[in-house]
């Protein structure tokens, strides 16, 4: 690697350290690339080259702590106890993470999940990637016999995911909403949605 490649990978990280303080200082709606600019002693242009605009600065200074999250909660799933406690407990570690900073949060969901996959993918690829670990999971729980065999695990591990993101929108909007209340909604929409609403026989 080139002594110009380490200056940019050194500018890089110095913008992003810098747009992380920022961002939590002010807000994210309330923080401008100028204002970023000057925390971190390099010119608006500068930051431009390396990102886009701000929510791809914003994207890429939080990921790697969703991502720290995630590992946390993922060391610590209660593998023994079931699919339906596995995905409670990633999902309320995730829940108390976000509640940190709910509104920074809230505003990067808002800015990235509706977006082309192009425009975000660092979310996109951190995203994917969940999926994949939770699609492996159903497949595991299919060989314990505590899954149907004919269950789609990719669409499952999908369907399982607008769960989540339903009333992870909840818990950014409403800040009356506890985690503990918002994981035990959570918690009940699933299980609702592994045993089914139909009676046996019923829709066919």
């Known amino acids: 690697m080139s002594r110009r490649d380490d200056s940019k990978i050194e500018t890089r990280e110095l913008i992003l350290v810098a747009a ?8 994210a709606d309330r923080c401008t690339i100028r204002d970023i600019a000057v925390e971190a002693g390099v010119s608006p242009a500068t930051i431009i080259v390396h990102f886009k605009n701000k ?12 991502e ?13 106890d079931g699919l339906h406690a596995v995905l409670v407990h990633m999902v309320s570690s995730m829940f108390s993470f976000y509640d940190r900073n709910r509104e920074l949060y809230r505003i990067l969901i808002r800015d ?30 299919k060989s314990k016999g505590t899954v149907r065999n004919d269950a789609e695990s990719s669409l499952a591990a999908s369907s399982f995911f607008f769960l989540y993101i339903g009333v992870l929108g909840d818990l950014l909007r409403d800040p009356e909403l506890s985690v503990t209340a918002a994981t035990g909604r959570f918690s009940v929409i699933l299980d609702q949605h592994l045993t089914g609403i139909l009676t046996l026989g019923a829709g066919s």
């Open 112 to 141: 990235t999940f509706y977006e082309p996959d192009h425009e975000n993918p660092t979310m996109m690829k951190m995203l994917e990637e969940k999926l994949q670990l939770i699609a492996i999971m159903i497949e595991q729980e």
């Open 55 to 66: 929510t791809a600065l914003l994207e890429a200074s939080l990921h790697e702590d969703i």
């Open 68 to 80: 720290k999250a995630f590992s946390k909660a993922q060391a610590t799933m209660p593998v023994e």
């Open 20 to 27: 992380q303080s920022m961002f939590w200082e002010k807000g």
